[in-house]
């Protein structure tokens, strides 16, 4: 398996987002830098980050450990994205 990059993550996820929005009507912003929290902007709401979580684990794989990220970082881009890829780092070592 080939290694998963911080901008591999960033940019399947923003690619989500992005539909993910389209379906209702919004548009991506503009200012999505690594410390934007997606739940709290309202940009995805509880059911969203669970539809999100779910492709991530189908794109990156399906044991990625998410209960052992802190909480409070699931839902913001940067620690997101780096989890993910540490998580897919550490099965292809």
Not at 42 to 54: H, P, Y
Request: glycine fraction near 6%.
């Amino acid at each position: 398996m080939n290694s998963v990059e911080y901008d591999d993550v960033r940019d399947f996820l923003l690619v989500f987002l992005s539909r993910k929005l389209e379906e209702q009507g919004r548009t991506l912003p503009d200012d999505l830098t690594d410390d934007y929290d997606l739940l709290l902007s309202g940009l995805l709401d509880s059911l969203g980050l669970l539809e999100m979580i779910a492709a991530l684990q189908q794109q990156f794989g399906s044991d990625i450990d998410f209960e052992s990220l802190d909480p409070e970082q699931i839902s913001i881009i940067g620690p997101l994205c780096r989890f993910v890829a540490g998580q897919t780092a550490q099965r292809t070592e």
